[in-house]
């Protein structure tokens, strides 16, 4: 209250209308006007979008800039240029009161269903690039913002364009492939004539309205109240300093994508903002004598536009600092933030791993300061950061603008960043190097090495640096630079962010690519210094995105099959198109009920502790609360869990998680609600917890019971062994990272407690179960809905009870709606995710390299609870040997029981971090060996007629086939002989190639989940309308059901509907997972249509010259029912582990794939060149879905094993909470080429029209990828004369892969002695 009387009296003072509210903000959105009178300076452009306007076709996917799903166009008329600028901004991170006189156009603006789809939307769709639709409607605005400013872009553009979107169905090929055709390279593969064409004239035109407006604008300074916060935009610069100096704490805010974060996340209340947007001086671009101006408002795109302008114009010589500043824009964030993001606001964030800092420190760039009093110019150095995120400018005073110099003619600048991932991430050490000659020489005359990551703030490498000046650029120097560097730039073992080794080497490793790029370039101006040699060359190279390619080879359906007939048909995703027009409905896009309430989870800080008191008074005063809930409150009963119930809805006195649901705050909006839930204040007694795997060895923590599965003789086996190894590996988990969050809609119906859920969940009917415990009510009183999820992946298989049956015990309690979409970072401190695994083998094997016996044992950290984890252990047990035949062998599984949240199912259920293990023995055989891993995978390969160690015979097998194809349509031989040629002349970049069989089995483990029901209405104008017991996910899985009902009952797929799936038509159904839903939902279904169909015979017979609907008419009038219930168990299955008996599964998929790799050895960065995929999936429902599930699930492969990497602090805290710190693969992470082949002629007759699952068995083949990385870090070490097995933990991240190459640089940064500090992560 005080603050806002505050700010508004500074108003009147300083000449800022403020009057007693605000002014008005006016803007259009998809061409209509808005006049918002009491805009709030706290709204984001997203939630005005979606709560106020009701266009919910813009999604929420992280809040921070991060996932690309808020995607939209803005469009100004800039009047000092006389342009209108087009732009892609994230609408999470856009403050509402940034927006006064633009244009907003969403996806809603530019096409629909009903009306005509735009060609961005139409092809996306029509090229499958769609599966749960959740990132749809962003890459679409992303493409069309593309278009607008570049009708006809080129690959690289369009690749640049996707920088900032993330997808986690697709595997990202059909929306390149798809959107391929609108670029110059578009190829043949499309014919044009299934498209729309695409019109650049006919685009939405810039409201006219908004033109005149913009253009007649008067000097008109604006003021928006709100509750907390004061949103001040002056209109001079003069005003701009008077209000800074009045309120020298206000934040200066121009694209917010600082503040923001800082504001959503950390919790930082600014009450004065100032938004300087309407200030020419910042924003302008001066060209002096010895360099460029930049305005610090200037966003970072039209900075490189400028650059790039520049660096064309200009001598080379004078553009090395551009070029470098250049270099690291092109890996800055993503094309969404670079066009609102300034550079003022990276300068003066400080934070220690910017990317520009460094270059502006190096080449010694001038800032420009101002205040009311006047102005001054500082020397961008070491002075200028004066502490964490801190800068010697005085509160009063603002940055004015940068000055970048041109370079000189001896002058030579490199910059460097390394991140986990390329696109899209902040930097683990980024770097910028300058060095200059004394003319004529290699004499280092001046010498400045800047770093970010390595210190609280950007530092110069001062010491080493002045130890340099004046010596010859050799050898010597290089040696003398990196034993100083190594001293200079150490770092304390416990330092935030860990990887103190990796950080360290990093300095060297880039150092060392600076030294060989300027030996060259001075050998180019004729200076006798060394040559740099051809196999050091690569060093050198700046790294470049090659375009993608792709090839898909299926099977096309028998010549004569009915042209209705859409099985083993590619038709698109039934739901593809309204997902790209942002009118698929998903959970939260249900509109707000009237009386609807929000909800906000209190969670435990702790790990392990019990509760002495909960707090609330402090969050009673916020506004809007209406109620708390807590343990006491719930009607029912408070335990809950999966398989076993040791779980509870909400904590009875004790938390054994960080992230562990304790309560809740129901209030009236989501803010309100979440900032009451941060004022509770929970008093703790701290217990010892168990956080890791090692942890719960040593504690001997571990649940029950401990599985083994084993055949044969191991003593024997190890006795006729001629070599016995042994190793160990571990296997990070993976936060599922589905677009969608958990979300939760909870509609009490006011009689005999009866409640209507609409979940996001793959389980209706376990969240059926779990809600009426909880309410103390049967489940034949409580509905939940599914209409679809953005992504599930196992993720919403168990875990989303947590939030739903809090939610409906709210809604209960009060008798009002109650929703709640968790955000991205509750989503992952709560949810729990992949297992991680750690596995310990001891293998013997022949000389030949057969493999004779095995002894594994497994550790998967479970977390607090059971959930599914048993069954996931046992499914890594099932999975042991992967798909070699092993005689003698023996697998032990124990499930660790820590402090984490509860892991749970994943793509493939313990299956990957299995076949992981396998895979490493099989490495090391093949070293050990002298042999390639190929010829020792190829021999131990199991063969027809084979038996599992769980007894069960292979006998419908295809690997040996898919094996044969993959080496064939890789190239195998080929790209062998060439990656050793490779090798031998590069001595610091290195290829590696690897080939991975996987066999998976199909059905649940546990017996009783085989089975599915399906409900099947045919009306009487002939419209048919299937229910299932399976959800869609983005996997296809209604569109599969509908070509299946079409083939059964005969009728074209458009007279089919799927609406939703619910619990109160099919009930107790199993989740969707296990890949079994098409197959156990299929036959369900097939089951119902038949019985419809002998139903309708009679009519048929009366009647064979009729249609459809006579027969439907016809049956009706003569009172036959038109609906039926399928059911369908799965035959032939059950197993027992007591003795080892029994069919674990109903069949095996099988697939193999060959992936090249290029490591940067200096770096630990590679790129994934080739992947070539052989899946076999029967005779396939549809090519094109199943091409779409093996290579998502190949990309999320690929993200688990080579780049995603959840870390937690030693306290078992998750400190990778958001797309910002956890990096799931981006567009640019695709193989280069990817082939992707559907194994001809195998139908499969145990599964439906004999096909096969898919949805998890290809997610093991991105292991390719990580023994492919193994692969070419072997050929590194042995460039230091090390041979032999090695261990390498997965994922093979940057880190990993550098520490692995050992070298001349890593021995001068060794690790420091594990046990002697507290490490910010550790392995869980
Ligand atoms: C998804 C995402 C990705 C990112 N990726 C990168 C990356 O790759 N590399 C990187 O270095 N950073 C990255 N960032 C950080 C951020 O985008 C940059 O620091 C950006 O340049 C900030 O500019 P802004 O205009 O948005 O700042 P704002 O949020 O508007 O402001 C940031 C800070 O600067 C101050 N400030 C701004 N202008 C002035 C001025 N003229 N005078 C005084 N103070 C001022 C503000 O008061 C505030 O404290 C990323 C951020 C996000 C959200
Ligand atoms: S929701 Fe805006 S970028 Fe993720
Ligand atoms: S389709 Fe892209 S996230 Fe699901």
């Given at each position: 209250?005080?603050?806002?009387?505050?700010?508004?009296?500074?108003?009147?003072?300083?000449?800022?209308?403020?009057?007693?509210?605000?002014?008005?903000?006016?803007?259009?959105?998809?061409?209509?006007?808005?006049?918002?009178?009491?805009?709030?300076?706290?709204?984001?452009?997203?939630?005005?979008?979606?709560?106020?306007?009701?266009?919910?076709?813009?999604?929420?996917?992280?809040?921070?800039?991060?996932?690309?799903?808020?995607?939209?166009?803005?469009?100004?008329?800039?009047?000092?240029?006389?342009?209108?600028?087009?732009?892609?901004?994230?609408?999470?991170?856009?403050?509402?009161?940034?927006?006064?006189?633009?244009?907003?156009?969403?996806?809603?603006?530019?096409?629909?269903?009903?009306?005509?789809?735009?060609?961005?939307?139409?092809?996306?769709?029509?090229?499958?690039?769609?599966?749960?639709?959740?990132?749809?409607?962003?890459?679409?605005?992303?493409?069309?913002?593309?278009?607008?400013?570049?009708?006809?872009?080129?690959?690289?553009?369009?690749?640049?364009?996707?920088?900032?979107?993330?997808?986690?169905?697709?595997?990202?090929?059909?929306?390149?492939?798809?959107?391929?055709?609108?670029?110059?390279?578009?190829?043949?593969?499309?014919?044009?004539?299934?498209?729309?064409?695409f019109d650049p004239t006919q685009e939405v035109i810039f409201p006219p309205e908004l033109m005149t407006l913009s253009k007649d604008r008067k000097p008109h300074s604006l003021c928006f109240h709100g509750e907390r916060m004061t949103w001040l935009q002056p209109d001079s610069l003069d005003e701009f300093l008077n209000l800074k100096w009045k309120h020298p704490d206000a934040r200066v805010v121009v694209g917010n994508t600082e503040v923001g974060v800082e504001v959503k996340f950390k919790n930082m209340v600014y009450p004065v903002i100032l938004a300087p947007t309407f200030i020419p001086e910042l924003s302008a671009v001066t060209h002096t004598e010895n360099g460029i101006v930049f305005g610090a408002a200037c966003t970072l795109s039209h900075m490189a536009v400028v650059l790039r302008q520049a660096v064309e114009s200009l001598p080379p010589h004078k553009t090395e600092v551009f070029l470098a500043v250049l270099e690291q824009l092109r890996w800055f964030a993503g094309v969404q933030i670079r066009n609102v993001a300034a550079v003022g606001g990276n300068i003066m964030t400080a934070s220690p791993i910017s990317d520009l800092n460094p270059v502006f420190m190096a080449a010694g760039c001038k800032l420009t300061l101002v205040d009311k009093d006047g102005s001054r110019e500082v020397q961008m150095d070491d002075g200028f950061f004066t502490g964490y995120r801190r800068t010697a400018l005085r509160p009063q005073q603002i940055l004015l603008s940068i000055h970048i110099p041109y370079s000189k003619k001896t002058q030579f600048v490199s910059a460097y960043k390394q991140s986990p991932r390329r696109e899209d991430d902040i930097s683990i050490v980024t770097a910028a190097m300058s060095v200059t000659f004394t003319p004529g020489t290699d004499v280092v005359e001046n010498l400045r090495l800047s770093f970010g990551g390595m210190a609280p703030t950007t530092v110069l490498a001062k010491k080493t640096a002045n130890r340099l000046i004046g010596r010859p650029w050799g050898e010597e120097l290089l040696e003398e630079a990196c034993n100083s560097m190594a001293e200079e730039m150490s770092l304390d073992p416990s330092v935030p962010g860990g990887m103190v080794t990796y950080r360290r080497t990093l300095t060297l490793s880039l150092f060392y690519k600076f030294y060989l790029t300027v030996l060259q370039k001075l050998r180019l101006q004729g200076l006798k210094v060394a040559e740099v040699t051809s196999d050091c060359l690569s060093a050198t190279e700046v790294y470049h995105p090659e375009t993608p390619s792709s090839v898909q080879i299926y099977q096309a359906v028998a010549k004569g099959q009915n042209q209705d007939d859409v099985v083993g048909r590619p038709i698109m995703h039934l739901s593809a198109m309204k997902q790209a027009t942002g009118e698929a409905v998903y959970c939260d896009d249900v509109p707000l009920y009237k009386n609807e309430l929000y909800l906000s989870l209190i969670t435990s800080s702790k790990a392990h502790a019990r509760i002495l008191s909960i707090d609330t008074s402090g969050a009673e005063r916020c506004p809007g609360v209406v109620c708390f809930l807590f343990a006491d409150d719930i009607p029912g009963s408070n335990t809950a869990g999966s398989l076993k119930f040791d779980e509870t809805v909400l904590a009875d006195g004790e938390v054994t998680c960080v992230g562990h649901i304790i309560g809740a705050v129901v209030a009236k909006t989501q803010l309100q609600a979440q900032r009451a839930?941060?004022?509770?204040?929970?008093?703790?007694?701290?217990?010892?917890?168990?956080?890791?795997?090692?942890?719960?060895?040593?504690?001997?923590?571990?649940?029950?019971?401990?599985?083994?599965?084993?055949?044969?003789?191991?003593?024997?086996?190890?006795?006729?062994?001629?070599?016995?190894?042994?190793?160990?590996?571990?296997?990070?988990?993976?936060?599922?990272?589905?677009?969608?969050?958990?979300?939760?809609?909870?509609?009490?119906?006011?009689?005999?407690?009866?409640?209507?859920?609409?979940?996001?969940?793959?389980?209706?009917?376990?969240?059926?179960?779990?809600?009426?415990?909880?309410?103390?009510?049967?489940?034949?009183?409580?509905?939940?809905?599914?209409?679809?999820?953005?992504?599930?992946?196992?993720?919403?298989?168990?875990?989303?009870?947590?939030?739903?049956?809090?939610?409906?015990?709210?809604?209960?309690?009060?008798?009002?709606?109650?929703?709640?979409?968790?955000?991205?970072?509750?989503?992952?401190?709560?949810?729990?995710?992949?297992?991680?695994?750690?596995?310990?083998?001891k293998v013997g094997f022949l000389n030949s390299g057969r493999v004779v016996a095995l002894d594994v044992t497994y550790y998967g950290n479970a977390g607090n609870s059971m959930d599914l984890s048993q069954a996931i252990v046992e499914r890594a047990l099932f999975h042991m040997e992967n798909s070699y035949r092993v005689p003698n062998i023996r697998g032990r599984g124990f499930l660790c029981r820590t402090n984490l949240p509860s892991n749970t199912a994943f793509r493939g259920f313990g299956g990957p971090q299995g076949m992981m293990v396998a895979e490493s023995w099989m490495t090391d055989v093949a070293q050990s060996l002298g042999k390639s891993p190929e010829e020792v995978r190829r021999l131990n390969l199991y063969m027809k007629g084979d038996s599992t160690p769980f007894n069960q015979v292979l006998d419908q097998i295809t690997l040996d086939r898919c094996w044969d194809e993959c080496m064939s349509r890789s190239g195998y031989q080929q790209r062998r002989i060439a990656i050793d040629l490779y090798n031998r002349q590069n001595r610091w970049t290195k290829r590696g190639i690897a080939v991975v069989p996987t066999k998976f089995g199909i059905s649940f483990t546990a017996l009783f989940l085989n089975q599915a029901g399906a409900l099947v209405h045919i009306y009487t104008d002939g419209s048919v309308l299937l229910t299932h017991g399976g959800t869609e996910m983005g996997q296809g899985l209604h569109t599969k059901m509908v070509q299946v009902a079409s083939r059964v009952l005969g009728i074209p797929s458009s007279k089919i509907h799927i609406s939703e799936t619910s619990t109160n038509t099919v009930p107790n159904t199993s989740a969707t997972a296990a890949s079994a839903s098409s197959d156990l939902n299929g036959a369900a279904l097939k089951n119902a249509c038949e019985i419809l169909l002998k139903r309708l015979e009679p009519f048929k017979a009366k009647n064979p010259n009729g249609t459809w609907e006579d027969w439907v008419k016809a049956a009706y009038f003569d009172r036959v029912s038109l609906s039926a219930n399928g059911f369908y168990k799965t035959p032939n299955i059950g197993y027992d582990f007591e003795t080892n008996s029994g069919r674990a599964f109903s069949y095996f998929s099988y697939g193999v794939a060959c992936s090249e790799v290029e490591i940067d050895c200096l770096t630990g960065s590679h790129k994934n060149l080739s992947t070539t995929i052989v899946m076999d999936v029967g005779n396939s429902l549809n090519p094109a879905i199943d091409i779409g599930q093996v290579e998502g699930a190949f990309m999320q492969g690929l993200g688990l094993f080579t780049l995603e990497e959840l870390h937690y602090s030693p306290q078992g805290v998750l400190l990778t909470r958001g797309p910002g710190s956890y990096k799931i693969p981006a567009f640019g992470d695709i193989p280069t080429q990817l082939t992707v082949s559907l194994l001809r002629d195998a139908p499969n007759y145990k599964a439906i029209f004999a096909s096969k699952a898919v949805g998890e068995p290809p997610l093991f083949l991105a292991s390719s990828v990580f023994y492919a990385i193994k692969d070419a870090i072997s050929a590194a070490r042995a460039e230091s004369g090390i041979t032999g097995p090695f261990r390498l933990d997965s994922p093979a991240s940057a880190e990993r892969i550098r520490n692995a190459c050992s070298d001349r640089f890593t021995k001068l940064c060794p690790l420091a002695e594990a046990g002697t500090f507290i490490p910010w992560s550790v392995q869980v």
């Amino acid at each position: 209250m005080e603050r806002a009387q505050e700010t508004g009296n500074m108003g009147d003072r300083t000449g800022t209308k403020t009057r007693s509210g605000s002014d008005e903000l006016i803007f259009f959105v998809n061409g209509k006007k808005i006049v918002e009178k009491n805009a709030d300076p706290e709204m984001t452009l997203l939630t005005y979008l979606r709560r106020k306007l009701g266009l919910t076709g813009t999604k929420l996917g992280c809040a921070e800039g991060g996932c690309g799903a808020c995607t939209v166009m803005l469009s100004r008329y800039q009047t000092h240029t006389k342009q209108l600028l087009h732009y892609a901004i994230n609408a999470c991170l856009a403050p509402l009161c940034s927006l006064h006189l633009v244009a907003v156009t969403t996806v809603e603006g530019i096409g629909s269903v009903a009306r005509k789809l735009h060609p961005v939307q139409e092809r996306i769709a029509k090229a499958h690039g769609s599966q749960c639709g959740f990132c749809t409607p962003g890459i679409v605005m992303s493409m069309y913002a593309l278009l607008r400013n570049n009708p006809t872009p080129k690959m690289a553009d369009m690749e640049e364009a996707f920088q900032g979107n993330l997808c986690r169905c697709t595997g990202y090929r059909p929306i390149l492939e798809g959107y391929k055709t609108f670029t110059v390279e578009a190829t043949s593969l499309f014919n044009p004539a299934e498209f729309a064409p695409f019109d650049p004239t006919q685009e939405v035109i810039f409201p006219p309205e908004l033109m005149t407006l913009s253009k007649d604008r008067k000097p008109h300074s604006l003021c928006f109240h709100g509750e907390r916060m004061t949103w001040l935009q002056p209109d001079s610069l003069d005003e701009f300093l008077n209000l800074k100096w009045k309120h020298p704490d206000a934040r200066v805010v121009v694209g917010n994508t600082e503040v923001g974060v800082e504001v959503k996340f950390k919790n930082m209340v600014y009450p004065v903002i100032l938004a300087p947007t309407f200030i020419p001086e910042l924003s302008a671009v001066t060209h002096t004598e010895n360099g460029i101006v930049f305005g610090a408002a200037c966003t970072l795109s039209h900075m490189a536009v400028v650059l790039r302008q520049a660096v064309e114009s200009l001598p080379p010589h004078k553009t090395e600092v551009f070029l470098a500043v250049l270099e690291q824009l092109r890996w800055f964030a993503g094309v969404q933030i670079r066009n609102v993001a300034a550079v003022g606001g990276n300068i003066m964030t400080a934070s220690p791993i910017s990317d520009l800092n460094p270059v502006f420190m190096a080449a010694g760039c001038k800032l420009t300061l101002v205040d009311k009093d006047g102005s001054r110019e500082v020397q961008m150095d070491d002075g200028f950061f004066t502490g964490y995120r801190r800068t010697a400018l005085r509160p009063q005073q603002i940055l004015l603008s940068i000055h970048i110099p041109y370079s000189k003619k001896t002058q030579f600048v490199s910059a460097y960043k390394q991140s986990p991932r390329r696109e899209d991430d902040i930097s683990i050490v980024t770097a910028a190097m300058s060095v200059t000659f004394t003319p004529g020489t290699d004499v280092v005359e001046n010498l400045r090495l800047s770093f970010g990551g390595m210190a609280p703030t950007t530092v110069l490498a001062k010491k080493t640096a002045n130890r340099l000046i004046g010596r010859p650029w050799g050898e010597e120097l290089l040696e003398e630079a990196c034993n100083s560097m190594a001293e200079e730039m150490s770092l304390d073992p416990s330092v935030p962010g860990g990887m103190v080794t990796y950080r360290r080497t990093l300095t060297l490793s880039l150092f060392y690519k600076f030294y060989l790029t300027v030996l060259q370039k001075l050998r180019l101006q004729g200076l006798k210094v060394a040559e740099v040699t051809s196999d050091c060359l690569s060093a050198t190279e700046v790294y470049h995105p090659e375009t993608p390619s792709s090839v898909q080879i299926y099977q096309a359906v028998a010549k004569g099959q009915n042209q209705d007939d859409v099985v083993g048909r590619p038709i698109m995703h039934l739901s593809a198109m309204k997902q790209a027009t942002g009118e698929a409905v998903y959970c939260d896009d249900v509109p707000l009920y009237k009386n609807e309430l929000y909800l906000s989870l209190i969670t435990s800080s702790k790990a392990h502790a019990r509760i002495l008191s909960i707090d609330t008074s402090g969050a009673e005063r916020c506004p809007g609360v209406v109620c708390f809930l807590f343990a006491d409150d719930i009607p029912g009963s408070n335990t809950a869990g999966s398989l076993k119930f040791d779980e509870t809805v909400l904590a009875d006195g004790e938390v054994t998680c960080v992230g562990h649901i304790i309560g809740a705050v129901v209030a009236k909006t989501q803010l309100q609600a979440q900032r009451a839930a941060k004022a509770v204040r929970i008093e703790y007694e701290e217990r010892q917890p168990v956080i890791t795997i090692q942890e719960a060895i040593a504690t001997q923590s571990f649940y029950q019971p401990i599985r083994t599965i084993q055949k044969g003789d191991l003593e024997l086996g190890f006795k006729h062994a001629d070599h016995i190894l042994e190793g160990e590996m571990h296997i990070g988990g993976q936060e599922h990272f589905y677009l969608e969050t958990n979300v939760t809609l909870a509609v009490p119906r006011g009689e005999d407690g009866e409640m209507e859920l609409f979940v996001s969940t793959q389980a209706p009917t376990h969240t059926q179960s779990l809600v009426a415990m909880a309410l103390g009510v049967p489940a034949n009183r409580v509905v939940v809905r599914v209409k679809r999820m953005g992504g599930g992946f196992g993720g919403k298989e168990s875990r989303t009870t947590l939030l739903s049956t809090v939610v409906a015990v709210a809604a209960n309690k009060l008798k009002r709606p109650v929703r709640c979409m968790l955000d991205r970072d509750e989503d992952m401190l709560i949810t729990g995710g992949r297992h991680p695994f750690y596995g310990k083998y001891k293998v013997g094997f022949l000389n030949s390299g057969r493999v004779v016996a095995l002894d594994v044992t497994y550790y998967g950290n479970a977390g607090n609870s059971m959930d599914l984890s048993q069954a996931i252990v046992e499914r890594a047990l099932f999975h042991m040997e992967n798909s070699y035949r092993v005689p003698n062998i023996r697998g032990r599984g124990f499930l660790c029981r820590t402090n984490l949240p509860s892991n749970t199912a994943f793509r493939g259920f313990g299956g990957p971090q299995g076949m992981m293990v396998a895979e490493s023995w099989m490495t090391d055989v093949a070293q050990s060996l002298g042999k390639s891993p190929e010829e020792v995978r190829r021999l131990n390969l199991y063969m027809k007629g084979d038996s599992t160690p769980f007894n069960q015979v292979l006998d419908q097998i295809t690997l040996d086939r898919c094996w044969d194809e993959c080496m064939s349509r890789s190239g195998y031989q080929q790209r062998r002989i060439a990656i050793d040629l490779y090798n031998r002349q590069n001595r610091w970049t290195k290829r590696g190639i690897a080939v991975v069989p996987t066999k998976f089995g199909i059905s649940f483990t546990a017996l009783f989940l085989n089975q599915a029901g399906a409900l099947v209405h045919i009306y009487t104008d002939g419209s048919v309308l299937l229910t299932h017991g399976g959800t869609e996910m983005g996997q296809g899985l209604h569109t599969k059901m509908v070509q299946v009902a079409s083939r059964v009952l005969g009728i074209p797929s458009s007279k089919i509907h799927i609406s939703e799936t619910s619990t109160n038509t099919v009930p107790n159904t199993s989740a969707t997972a296990a890949s079994a839903s098409s197959d156990l939902n299929g036959a369900a279904l097939k089951n119902a249509c038949e019985i419809l169909l002998k139903r309708l015979e009679p009519f048929k017979a009366k009647n064979p010259n009729g249609t459809w609907e006579d027969w439907v008419k016809a049956a009706y009038f003569d009172r036959v029912s038109l609906s039926a219930n399928g059911f369908y168990k799965t035959p032939n299955i059950g197993y027992d582990f007591e003795t080892n008996s029994g069919r674990a599964f109903s069949y095996f998929s099988y697939g193999v794939a060959c992936s090249e790799v290029e490591i940067d050895c200096l770096t630990g960065s590679h790129k994934n060149l080739s992947t070539t995929i052989v899946m076999d999936v029967g005779n396939s429902l549809n090519p094109a879905i199943d091409i779409g599930q093996v290579e998502g699930a190949f990309m999320q492969g690929l993200g688990l094993f080579t780049l995603e990497e959840l870390h937690y602090s030693p306290q078992g805290v998750l400190l990778t909470r958001g797309p910002g710190s956890y990096k799931i693969p981006a567009f640019g992470d695709i193989p280069t080429q990817l082939t992707v082949s559907l194994l001809r002629d195998a139908p499969n007759y145990k599964a439906i029209f004999a096909s096969k699952a898919v949805g998890e068995p290809p997610l093991f083949l991105a292991s390719s990828v990580f023994y492919a990385i193994k692969d070419a870090i072997s050929a590194a070490r042995a460039e230091s004369g090390i041979t032999g097995p090695f261990r390498l933990d997965s994922p093979a991240s940057a880190e990993r892969i550098r520490n692995a190459c050992s070298d001349r640089f890593t021995k001068l940064c060794p690790l420091a002695e594990a046990g002697t500090f507290i490490p910010w992560s550790v392995q869980v």
